[in-house]
């Protein structure tokens, strides 16, 4: 097979569960033009320089189109300033600097790790009435049952967005986070669908944010939202709407894969996972690995501003750039023995949270929930089994993770 | 080589780049004998923090040691300066008498402070230079004491660091240099100007341009007053002298090596050279103490006083110290520095010397937070940043691939590249051992080789 299609292969769900040996053909070219016109990155070396350069932008994402309704009044005047509305304030993850680094600042001052930590508490009650409701079962579904529903719960509770209201944004959500996937960008359908989302998330939370600055509650969405006492605010209206999105679609669609992954990767390594379970300070370090070995976001895609020369290829001017974060995971050039689940190595430098100045500004919230859950449900869940393996996936290549994953249990402690 | 019957291995300088030589011994499979010898009393300690965090008294003196990599079983032999070299019988002499033998030797003596001359006051109390642990000990005492007025002399990295942490404490300085703008020689004016702004808004009494003769001092023989060329006099009952470095090869002056105050000169590989030019098998030098010709800018004779270089050069001639004759790798490093001041993160790679255009590629001047690149002969040639550094490793990959100048276009976060003269000083008239109170080095680079040349 010609080399220049083997990212179609990658974005074929067919390859889901195992997309590694694409990934390992693909570093023998470390930059390689695929025959869309991408580019596509995947050696460690490669990225960890490319994510340095400045000729490299976030601001990729196609801009925002609404269907045309047949009103031309929507469709030629309201629709299209909306459009540019939402295209000028994309979120941050979808932003070059200056813009990025204003936004991304005044986030990180209230995404404080005593904030984050704060929340510690709160996540263990949560994991542990979630297990507690696993009582009782032999079978579970870890997706459904546990990991989907704790990192939901705690993104609400850090920004202050109800819980109950869950119902109503989480298919908005999962329509939004394809705003990752190669497929969606380029198919109208599927764009149209991420502006209604979009428009109906930002309705959504336009209001909370009224709400918000009506009556502050000690969360991080009045604290982003509270005029400053002097000054105009840190960000505007429109931002902050597109700001709060992010944070709350970030907020669990990764999540949630890196602890069905870690589930995943341990039962089927039962000897980590006994070790794990003898030992809960083993924690941060099958936390990294994972990140390295089953990194819950695969990619991610920029756009060359200029001609970029790297590793004795070239990359042209408005190409657009996929930086395969978890091939780079895997590259024996960087790790040894890379296919090799080693919980115990010590250089695991991995792009787990991507890297640069788009490093993922929850990272430390990922890790305090992976830890909390995975330690827990290692003591407590007696004799788990993989009940399919490999489990079905989510359709996304980026964001990859599994849709379900069926566990036999031998009851709960 | 290896037995341990054999003298083994013996390091002399017991300072980072000594320590990283060592442990890279150990990491490199050597298990034979290894000696460290140190003419301060001290483990090698971290020099950085001693200009900023220890004189603003957030870390103590004696909280810098260097933590350790490698199980190192080296026989430490600390407060014991070594004063021969005999090429010819493998020894080192040492100051108390003793004799040790040696199989191969790792020069890392790195470098002293350039002291005030004497006949110019330099023996008053209360002057002070800044190079070593203990030095930034008594300096912090004086510091605390409360000194009315603060004098230092040379607006280098250095003097500058130390300029910002008086001026932290709330003590008045006054800031010395002939030079048009602080830290001309590393960065040229174009870009020092911004550190000068720094020096104003910071209440720097800042005097570019100005020469001390002498210090005067009181009955009781501590500093009162400085006397400048220009005829003006400043009052202080504290001073820094901040003049840059002379390297530690004053043991070697009967040994044979091409060695004097600006260095001891080395090949690609780290190997000494003796005075006919040839290599010295068995005698390798890294860190500041090292001459070295450089590949990627012409294979110039250069001595690096950086930390990274300390590290990396260390570690290199450890590795071709235990590797046989035919592969003796050449070592080959892109210089780097960085510096904290006025609350100004300042990261640098390249060597600017030479430079004959600098454009601002990020950021702007005005708003102190930009990074700079520097052109010669249309190829870019270094870059520093100030709170700026994120781009700097795309910079120096095109620094290192001698990229054309600028060597960045279409980036994001770029308006619109602004460049100038970079406004290098010519370089100093000074051989190391010709010591001028007047000359100020807070650069990186000797400068001796082109000043013999001139």
Redesign the interface.
Known sequence: MPEDTLFAEVLDPANRADPYPIYARLREKPVSRQSDGSVVVSTHAAIR?LI??????S?DLPPSRRPRTGNPIKDWLLNPIKDRIVTAHRPLIFR???DHDTLRGVVMREFSVTRVQALRQRVERDVDALIEDCRGRDEICLVEDFSYPLPVAVICDMLGVPEKDEPQFQSWASQLATALEPDTRHDEASRHRTAAAFDAISGYMRALIREKRRRPTPDLLSALAAPPPNGKPAMGDFDLISTAILLLVAGHETTVNLITNGMLTLLRHPHEWDKLRADPERAPRVIEELLRYEPPVHFRTRKA???IEIAGHTIP?GAPVILLFAAANRDPARFADPDRFDPDRDDVQHFGFGG??HYCMGAPLARIETEIALVALSRRLVAPRLLSDPPPYRSGASLRGPEQLGIGIGGVV | MSGVDTPGMIVVGASLAGLHGAEALRLNGYRGRITIVGDEPHRPYDRPPLSKHVLSGELAADATELPQRADLDARWMLGQAVIGLDRHAHTIGLADGAVLAYDKLLVTTGARARPWPVESGGTLGNIFTLRGRDDAARLRAALVAGPSRILIVGAGLIGCEAASCCRSLGLPVTLIDPNLTPLARSLGTWVGGVIADCLKDAGVTYRPNAQVLRFEGDATGRVVRAHLADEHVVEADLVIVALGAVRETGWLKAAGLMADASGLTCDAACRTLDADGAPCPDIYAAGDVARWPISLYGDRLISVEHWGNAVAQGGHAARNMLAPADDQRPYDHLPAFWSSQFGINIKAVGLSEGADTVAIV?GSRASRRFLAVYGREGRSISAVSFDQA?????YA?AIRIGGAFPP???????DRIVSGLPGFPPPRRVSGSQVSGSQVSGSHVSRSDEARHA
């Open positions: 320089s340095f350069d400045p000729r490299l932008s601001e070059d600097p200056p501003l200029g001609t001017k640069g100045l | 990020h994120r781009w700097l490793p795309a990959e960045i276009r279409d980036a994001s976060d770029q």
